[in-house]
């Protein structure tokens, strides 16, 4: 039986990310079906650049590294992601409707909800907050501007 895997799975979400708090238990119960909660193993490409982007990744447990190949073909580290933290390339790549300019890199093991593009969408603007409407525009033409 799944559901004391979810149940784990719901209060480590609601304690990284409290702004879900105020969702329905449906509602929490959708976005952490069986295929949404993905487990992947330290070396993993989480996304690739030049890459549409599927989701936004909400980390319950491990460390993404996010970096880019400069020209000459040196890595370039720009941040880390640690549970309960944001995706800063993958908020503009799909706020932006762009593909990734950056790659992320699972530097441990990784469990992470994906969060669908839709489910994104519904969650940032159904109730319009002033981070959804002015913050997060003007923070994704930023990121676009300098990677």
Partial sequence: MTLPIVSSHRQTLISLYPALTGLSAERLEALLRPAAVMHLPAGAQV???HQPCQG???LLEGSIKVCKL???GRELMLYRVSPGGS??????CLLGKSDYNARGIAETPLTLLA?????FAELMFAS???ASTSVWPSCCWRVRATC
Avoid: K, M, Q, T
């Avoid at 995706?87 to 503009?92: K, V």
């Fill in 128 to 130: 319009p907050s002033p």
């Fill in 87 to 92: 995706c800063i390339i993958s908020s503009s």
């Fill in 56 to 58: 936004f990744p909400l």
């Fill in 47 to 49: 996304f690739a650049e």
């Fill in 70 to 72: 400069a020209a000459s």
């Fill in 115 to 119: 969060l669908p593009v839709a489910a």
